[in-house]
């Protein structure tokens, strides 16, 4: 089974399906050795922690491909890869669709911004018409490799048009054969049920939970009650080690030494346990020369 099956077939029942969201191979391996077999690859993570900037379109196709080649090289996670616009027009799409896939994407994500886009959560966006972002999703559709490889049709029509245009956005976008609906950005628990009412039992829905943003914040069981399918937590993990970071640097700043900050460090030795070293070395050993007579001269 791949990954792209085994997510397909935890789509269509309980329990609902938790996606911390990862930048690196470093987050991903942590969130794996938590028990998670599924990651959501954020375009805003790998903005804030590769480039130190905001989410408004400025990681690249082949940037967000590297980071997703180093986790699944790293890991066995399932992972929802945020593709953005699917960085240009229906045949930009077809592409990255054919990179991820091989890549070892999952579930590939697409919305329906111009260009640039920008975070969900942040006003000023603007959108295509619907047709083209139909265009896409069967460009998509028809790029994919196998049919196990999911494609997600984000709106982010509720911030520019209201919930109801939204919600006949994703009514195309579902006809148009979207594996799953990504409805951004809900502003009240009524849109939320709302959504759900639509959508619930006829096609997967994910949820996205931002701690400041636009979304009430609901439990992964409260959004399982209501029938969406995958909660995602993208900018979690980045923003808690950069508030760990500021902590951190301000330590040293003030104390001159990290002997006050050691109980919230990994050790060198855990830092080369959780990252396999040991395991590295030993398979290392096995193909060293000595074992094979050395050098022929």
């Known amino acids: 089974m791949t990954n792209a099956d085994g997510l397909r077939q935890r789509l269509h029942g309980a329990p609902i399906t938790v996606a911390p969201g990862v930048a690196d191979a470093l987050g991903a391996l942590i969130v ?3 028990g998670f077999d599924t990651a959501y690859l954020s375009g805003a993570s790998i903005a804030y922690a590769r480039f130190g900037r905001p989410d408004i379109g400025l990681v690249t196709m082949s940037e967000a491909l590297d ?23 229906a045949l930009n799409v077809q592409r990255t669709v054919r990179l991820f896939e091989r890549a070892g994407a999952a579930a590939i994500q697409i919305e329906d911004q111009t260009l640039p886009k920008r975070c969900g959560h942040l006003g000023g966006k603007t959108l295509v018409e619907a047709a083209e972002m139909v265009g896409k999703i069967r460009a998509a559709l028809d790029a994919r490799h196998s049919d196990d490889t999911l494609i997600i049709a984000r709106t982010d029509a509720i911030a520019v048009e209201g919930l109801d245009s939204a919600l006949a956005r994703a009514e195309r976008y579902r006809e148009a054969g979207a594996d799953m609906l990504f409805i951004e950005a809900p502003q009240t628990e ?20 931002v701690e400041g943003g636009r979304t009430p914040q ?5 959004l399982e009650e209501l029938g969406f399918s995958v909660v995602i937590f993208p900018g979690g993990m980045v923003r808690a080690v950069a508030r760990t970071m500021q902590d951190y640097v301000a330590s040293l700043a003030r104390h001159g030494t990290n002997q006050p900050f050691r109980d919230r460090m990994l050790s060198f030795g855990e830092i080369n346990r959780l990252v396999g070293t040991p395991d590295m070395l ?15 001269d």
């Open 32 to 34: 794996e050795q938590a």
């Open 67 to 89: 980071a997703l080649s180093a986790i699944t090289e790293r890991t066995g996670l399932k992972l929802i890869v945020d593709a953005d616009t699917g960085f240009g027009n």
């Open 190 to 209: 009524t849109e939320l049920r709302r959504i759900a009412r639509r959508f619930a039992g006829r096609v997967p829905l994910m949820a996205n939970m």
């Open 218 to 222: 609901k439990t992964a069981a409260e």
């Open 282 to 296: 030993a398979l290392g050993a096995r193909f060293d020369a000595a074992q094979f007579g050395g050098d022929d």
